[in-house]
């Protein structure tokens, strides 16, 4: 079945510093979404992204969806504590009608 | 936050008993989910329904079934559980409309002993 591979699993910085977490289809994803799931808590939709090269960016988070729609990232600039949690992917194959495909998801802990 | 309640919130019981959880939803979307996440693995589809009576399944969906009798309601059942189904389920909901975002419930944390 189709698979969405999200690296890091999990990654550790120390506050102020960036970070960057990747998604990668072998096949052509109709749009991609991101999650944000804080420690002991649900999954919460941070953005989604249609367009073949498409950026958007969100204060300090930046989104991009690569030019053949198969890998994505998510890059945080500056990191403080309240960025600590797990970020998913999700991608979406065969139009509106396909069922999001979770990545396993980045794992962010910063050091204050 | 959207108006999705799980219940129970927490459940232990043993191998080889039935096991239902329920997802209420207040915001009458049409499109209900339930996944289960576990470390190392993400969220993982196990079955989804597009309307009332109409259901269908996921990735994972072997010992499980679902039910919808009304808009706001979507039950996931364990009929015979067994401890590889320890997780943390969560539903979820979406109308399929404009950003399609995916609103997740609180989670349910179960344990088979």
């Known amino acids: 079945g189709q698979q969405v591979m999200q690296i890091p699993q999990y990654q550790h910085v120390q506050e102020g510093e960036d970070f960057t977490t990747y998604c990668n289809s072998s096949?052509?994803?109709?749009?991609i979404q991101w999650y944000k799931q804080r420690p002991g808590g649900h999954p919460v939709f941070l953005i989604q992204l249609v367009k073949s090269g498409e950026v958007k960016k969100q204060k300090r988070l930046t989104f991009q969806f690569g030019e053949a729609k198969k890998n994505s990232s998510l890059h945080i600039t500056a990191t403080q504590t309240t960025d600590v949690g797990t970020y998913f992917c999700a991608g979406r194959y065969g139009g509106s009608q396909g069922n999001l495909i979770f990545g396993k998801g980045t794992k962010l802990s910063v050091k204050p | 936050d959207a108006g999705i309640t799980q219940s129970p919130r927490h459940k232990v019981t043993e191998t080889g008993t039935p096991v239902t959880l329920r997802c209420h939803q207040t915001e009458n979307h049409r499109y209900m989910y339930w996944y289960r996440q576990d470390p190392g693995h993400g969220l993982r589809l196990i079955h989804y329904?597009?309307?009332?009576?109409?259901?269908d399944k996921g990735e994972v969906s072997d010992g499980y079934s679902v039910s919808r009798s009304k808009t706001e309601d979507f039950l996931l059942t364990l009929e015979s559980a067994t401890s590889s189904q320890t997780s943390v389920y969560f539903c979820?909901?979406?109308?399929?409309?404009?950003?399609?975002?995916?609103?997740f419930g609180p989670g349910t944390r179960l344990t088979v002993l």
């Open positions: 329904s597009y309307g009332v009576k109409d259901t």
């Open positions: 979820a909901i979406s109308d399929l409309t404009g950003t399609d975002t995916q609103y």
């Open positions: 096949t052509t994803l109709s749009n």
